[in-house]
């Protein structure tokens, strides 16, 4: 089985946890675009959606489902969405994709935050892939120096504006012992945005896509 295999069959998956009639929080990147696709085939039985990106939203819209601003939606039971990384505690690195902060903000609303990834993201300490740190612009610089005091080597994605106006600093050999600890550490530097680290509000269920099927994690 091809890595995108493992990602599509992790996505159909996860369409088992989609309730009808419901709004469905709805991740960004390769593995969302194939949980999307799944969605559309089931579009007459759910209400709509809330999106994290405008990528995504632009695949929703295409496929007819409609997208639901996260102000007008009260209750959101799932968001799905894909990870970098993830722990067997289920925290994770996200914002491959730039889509880091409304990621974050959907997951915080919905109930329970389903993972579909395949099994390249599961790791047994977090950092390999580099964090992605959203920034306000102007404080580029001034957060890559406080990353440098945290031991990190941070490097400016160059030509990435995120949804949000905002530019993407990526850590690289940064040593995340403690996930949670890290996250709010970032956080606090000021001019950061959002930082990829899902720890705080890390993953419920892991849907993962391997070679010798799906298993869902819990
Ligand atoms: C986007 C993300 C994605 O979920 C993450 O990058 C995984 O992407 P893919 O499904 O393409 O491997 O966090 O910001």
Do not use: W
């Not at 740190?133 to 941070?154: F, H, N, Q, T």
């Not at 899902?198 to 419920?204: H, I, S, V, W, Y």
């Amino acid at each position: 089985m091809t890595q995108d295999e493992m990602k599509k069959a992790a996505a159909l998956k996860a369409l088992e946890f989609i309730e009808n009639d419901t709004i469905v929080g709805v991740g960004t990147g390769s593995t969302v675009n194939h949980f999307i696709d799944a969605l559309a085939t089931i579009k007459d039985k759910i209400t709509g959606a809330v999106s994290s990106s405008e990528e995504s939203t632009k695949r929703l819209i295409a496929h007819g489902i409609e997208v639901f601003d996260l102000n007008s939606v009260d209750v959101l039971d799932v968001y799905v969405d894909g990870a970098d990384e993830i722990t067997e505690h289920m925290a994770m690195i996200k914002g491959g994709g730039a889509a880091l902060t409304r990621e974050k903000i959907v997951a915080a609303v919905a109930h329970k935050f389903i993972c579909i990834a395949d099994s390249s993201k599961q790791v047994k300490l977090l950092g390999d892939f580099p964090l992605p740190i959203e920034v306000i612009p102007m404080a580029r610089s001034y957060v890559a120096r406080e990353i440098v005091k945290l031991g990190g080597d941070p490097a400016y994605r160059q030509g990435v504006v995120t949804d949000n106006g905002n530019v993407i600093i990526d850590v690289h050999n940064l040593e995340i012992l403690d996930p949670k600890a890290m996250e709010t550490r970032i956080n606090a530097i000021v001019g950061v945005v959002t930082n990829g680290l899902f720890a705080l509000r890390g993953a419920d269920i892991l849907v993962l896509g391997s070679s010798d099927g799906v298993k869902v994690i819990k």
